[in-house]
């Protein structure tokens, strides 16, 4: 039997939504950094969503030439990856 995440507040297992969605990360002051690919995955009773399975590198850097058009089609924007982990 393999153990899938849980949601705390109801004690139910989390299903996945929605699988490949594109996350954008961003620099603490808001600053565009990366876009990574994940799975979504919700409660069933409360609604409650998380990101996980991301992939082992992300796929864009705020340095590549296309990064900008890449950016707009980011399902979710995380803010704050912090400078001193960059």
């Not at 996945?16 to 961003?26: L, S, Y």
């Not at 399975?53 to 705020?62: I, S």
Request: with cysteine.
């Amino acid at each position: 039997m393999s153990i899938n995440y849980a949601c705390v507040g109801c004690s139910t297992l989390l299903r996945p939504r929605k699988n490949d969605v594109c996350v954008h990360i961003t620099m603490e002051d808001g600053s565009n950094y990366q876009l990574w690919q994940a799975d979504l995955w919700e409660c069933p009773d409360c609604g409650n969503q998380t990101l996980l399975g991301y992939g082992q590198m992300c796929w864009a850097e705020h340095y590549e030439p296309d990064f900008n058009r890449h950016v707009k089609t980011a399902d979710f924007t995380i803010n704050g990856q912090s400078k001193a982990l960059s």
